[in-house]
């Protein structure tokens, strides 16, 4: 869905459609802003906003101290009076020292005046593992956010889909969390329009059809579900992959659809098992598909524990061939 036709596209990394989308809407909108740590002259850590600050100012491109939770709650700030701010997290796992101000505040102040205040703000952070960094540097907690009413939680896997859903999350008017999956950051590239469009918050993309099994996954972890499903194909198993997209609020009418064409799912995110999303998903097709289910939905996760430094990395990430045994177990059962 676009808001704009647009013919002329532009080949682009996942992280550089971060960028394109950020100078997009600073364009149209001078109430758009950026900032967070290293954000300005430097560009950030993975140069997401590199030439914003030359382009539109240090007044609309901020360098903030380290200090998550001033960074966060002047968002909130800014956001009840009018402004549309985009504050960067360096890493997900540098969020918890503004836990209090996105569970207290962020996702709770339309509520907490009846509407008379909403907050216009993405929250964006790098997050997940794959990439040999230290601690605190790989964790996938989307679960947290998910779990708190009052915050859309956007996990794009594509460039494409990166900006579309950015934009839409920055002219969304409640909060948004968009987390951006690091470590396809720079993995490949794809084919981005130059102008603004918009892709739905809360669709899922089904990006493999099949009629066998459905994988459902989101973020990273949707590139290791296809090439699963490519290798299995030789093998006379057809996997239907849906990529989610949006955590919060979940496309469940999509899951349940294909779950009901194909009697058999795999969940596959690199978040631990106890307590993540896969768990929902689990849930969800037994409440609106349970005579439609043929085998046990597998789970092919991260384990539960902490994440592991470089050694022990490959270990914990799921890859095509974890998600190739899940999702032979549900077809084999």
Not at 15 to 22: E, F, G, K, M, P
Not at 149 to 176: F, M, N
Request: charged share 25%.
């Amino acid at each position: 869905m676009s808001t704009q036709e647009t013919e002329a596209t532009q080949n682009l990394t996942l992280v550089q459609s971060v960028r394109d989308a950020l100078a997009t809407e600073m364009e149209l909108d001078e109430d758009v802003l950026v900032m967070g740590e290293d954000v300005g002259k430097n560009g950030g850590v993975f140069r997401a906003t590199e030439g914003l600050w030359k382009e539109f100012g240090e007044d609309r491109v901020i360098d903030t101290p380290l200090a998550e939770s001033g960074i966060i709650g002047t968002a909130v700030g800014m956001a009840a009076m009018g402004l549309k701010p985009v504050p960067e997290i360096q890493f997900s796992g540098f969020m918890y020292p503004g836990f209090d101000q996105i569970v207290s505040h962020m996702s709770r102040l339309r509520t907490r005046s009846r509407s008379r205040f909403t907050l216009p703000m993405v929250l964006r952070a790098p997050y997940g593992g794959g990439i040999r960094a230290p601690e605190h540097h790989s964790e996938s907690k989307e679960a947290f956010y998910a779990h708190e009413a009052g915050l859309k939680v956007v996990i794009p896997s594509t460039p494409y889909d990166t900006k579309g859903l950015l934009i839409s999350a920055i002219r969304d008017p409640d909060p948004v969390v968009f987390l951006e999956p690091k470590l396809i950051y720079r993995a490949f590239r794809g084919d981005v329009p130059e102008g603004d469009y918009e892709v739905p918050i809360g669709e899922a993309s089904v990006r493999r059809e099949g009629s066998d099994v459905s994988v459902f996954t989101y973020g990273a972890m949707t590139r290791p579900s296809l090439e699963a499903a490519e290798e299995l194909a030789d093998e006379g198993i057809d996997a239907e992959v849906v990529d989610l997209r949006t955590v919060s609020p979940m496309d469940r009418e999509a899951i349940v659809e294909s779950f009901k064409k194909t009697g058999r799912a795999c969940v596959v995110h690199e978040a631990p098992k106890t307590g993540g999303l896969a768990g929902e998903i689990t849930a969800t097709l037994q409440e609106e598909a349970l005579l439609y289910q043929e085998a046990p939905v597998q789970r092919v996760t991260g384990y539960d524990v902490p994440y592991p430094l470089y050694a022990m990395e490959d270990y914990y990430m799921p890859n095509a061939a974890r998600v190739a045994d899940g999702i032979k177990d549900a077809v084999e059962f």
